[in-house]
């Protein structure tokens, strides 16, 4: 199974700054990595798939970068909805498919 | 746009089998090429993938919970189910079910775009 390990844990981050949370998988997943948002009591919403394309309706400010084991989705300039728990899952280990464990984004 | 409902009982006694159905609305379950998940997420905790049954009806597994899940779908119905058997208090979580449109193209380039749709969520326990 391939394990994703994202960090930190919790980033604390100033509105309008900027956010960078990392993923890295213990062996490689190619660009078959997904990013999700989930807020308090919400379920999880697609942002990126394919490591680098964002999702239908998803802001600009999102963007995804990496390939093989290292990843990244930067925030360029944190508004205040985009508070919240993050997640990346890989999809390359057919026909299994794993989370990382989140990354909390929380106001400074 | 399709939306997706879970339902089922939210408290189940140890050692019996959960079961749950997520009901497609908005669209077919047996048209185009989707990939139809459970995913669940005890309090607190992360995201963890239960397994996935395709528009034609197979099905993968999580291997950690392989030996006691089944997920079918019913065509009639617009609806997949998700049933896992001899529950403990471990498997006590909020349960997601989600979809994901899957392509070839014309030179059978394999497409997925993530899973972006989910319903709200159903919690359930598992207590005596």
């Known amino acids: 199974e391939i394990v994703m390990t994202q960090s930190p844990a919790t980033l604390s981050v100033s509105p309008g700054e900027r956010a960078t949370l990392s993923c890295r998988a213990s062996q490689s997943v190619s660009s078959n990595l997904a990013w999700y948002q989930q807020k308090p009591g919400q379920a999880p919403r697609l942002l990126i798939y394919g490591a680098s394309t964002r999702a239908t309706g998803i802001p600009a400010r999102f963007s995804g970068s990496g390939s093989g084991t290292d990843f990244t989705l930067t925030i360029s300039s944190l508004q205040s909805e985009d508070f919240a728990v993050y997640y990346c899952q890989q999809y390359n280990n057919w026909p299994s498919w794993t989370f990382g464990q989140g990354t909390k984004v929380e106001i400074k | 746009q399709v939306q997706l409902q879970e339902s089922g009982p939210g408290l189940v006694k140890p050692s019996q089998t959960l079961s749950l159905t997520c009901t497609v609305s908005g669209g077919s379950i047996s048209s185009g090429s989707y990939y139809w998940s459970w995913i669940r997420q005890p309090a607190g905790k992360g995201l963890e993938w239960i397994g996935r049954?395709?528009?034609?009806?197979?099905?993968n597994y999580n291997p950690s919970l392989k030996s006691r899940v089944t997920i079918s779908v019913d065509t009639s119905k617009n609806q997949f189910s998700l049933k896992l058997s001899s529950v403990t208090a471990a498997d006590t979580a909020v349960y997601y079910c989600?979809?994901?449109?899957?392509?070839?193209?014309?030179?059978?380039?394999?497409?997925?775009?993530?899973?972006?749709?989910w319903g709200q969520g159903t919690t359930v326990t598992v207590s005596s």
């Open positions: 989600a979809s994901a449109l899957y392509y070839y193209d014309s030179s059978g380039v394999y497409y997925y775009n993530g899973m972006d749709v």
């Open positions: 049954i395709y528009t034609s009806g197979s099905t």
